[in-house]
Structure formats: structure tokens, C-alpha cells
């Protein structure tokens, strides 16, 4: 049974940071944070090729969060940085066997973990 289980979320003031976990069972191509805030459609915030190391960011996190990943704990890490009340929403982190991390659709997707940033 494939496990992704996410860490780390929780409510921070605009201008904070935070580190999201993602641990996964299983070691994949691409393992990637979404982004669910109330009313909007999920989108992509970051991805990364693990075996490469190659990261994809959406443009209005660029510059604020860095996704990275620790291979021997299969664990993929979103750092986010100056964050802003735009960024609440609940964060999942997704993993995918096949390549193209950026565009693919994912397999596996974690629970969900909730980031608020107030004002």
C-alpha cells in the first residue's frame, strides 16, 4: 500500500516561514506539493526528479518556497518562505513512477496537511 504522509503544516503570520515533510514508502520519479485553498481548483506549487534533482515551481512561489529531497528517507521537504496570506490552503504532497514531473498527472497522492497565514 502506497503511504504518503505529510508533516509540518500549521498557521503562521504573513512574512513567516514554513517546512512541510513528506515521507513516502517507496522511492518515485517524481514527487510534487499541491495546493487546495477553499473554492479554487488544486494546483501545482512545486515538483522535483528525484533522480536528478531537477525542481519545477509555479510562478507565484518562485523565489519563496524550495522543494528538495532526502533519497535515503525517501522524504521530499517544502520549505516556504515569506509567506503570504494567498498561500493558505491545504498542501498535499503527490508522487508519480513516470517522468515529466512538472505536466504528468499524479498516482499517489497524502492527507493533506493545512497551512493558514494570517494578515
Known amino acids: 500500500q502506497v503511504q504518503l504522509v505529510e508533516s509540518g503544516g500549521g498557521s503562521v503570520q504573513a512574512g513567516g516561514s514554513l517546512r512541510l515533510s513528506c515521507s513516502a514508502r517507496y522511492s518515485w520519479t517524481c514527487m510534487g506539493w499541491f495546493r487546495q485553498a477553499p473554492g479554487n481548483e488544486r494546483e501545482a506549487v512545486a515538483s522535483?526528479?528525484?533522480?536528478?534533482?531537477?525542481?519545477y515551481y509555479t510562478d507565484s512561489v518562485k523565489g519563496r518556497f524550495a522543494i528538495s529531497h532526502d533519497v535515503g528517507k525517501n522524504t521530499v521537504f517544502l520549505q516556504m518562505n515569506s509567506l503570504k496570506p494567498e498561500d493558505t490552503a491545504i498542501y498535499y504532497c503527490?508522487?508519480?513512477?513516470?517522468?515529466?514531473?512538472?505536466?504528468?498527472?499524479?498516482?499517489?497522492w497524502g492527507q493533506g496537511t493545512q497551512v493558514t497565514v494570517s494578515s
Open positions: 503527490a508522487a508519480r513512477y513516470a517522468g515529466d514531473c512538472a505536466n504528468g498527472v499524479y498516482d499517489y
Open positions: 522535483i526528479y528525484t533522480p536528478g534533482g531537477n525542481t
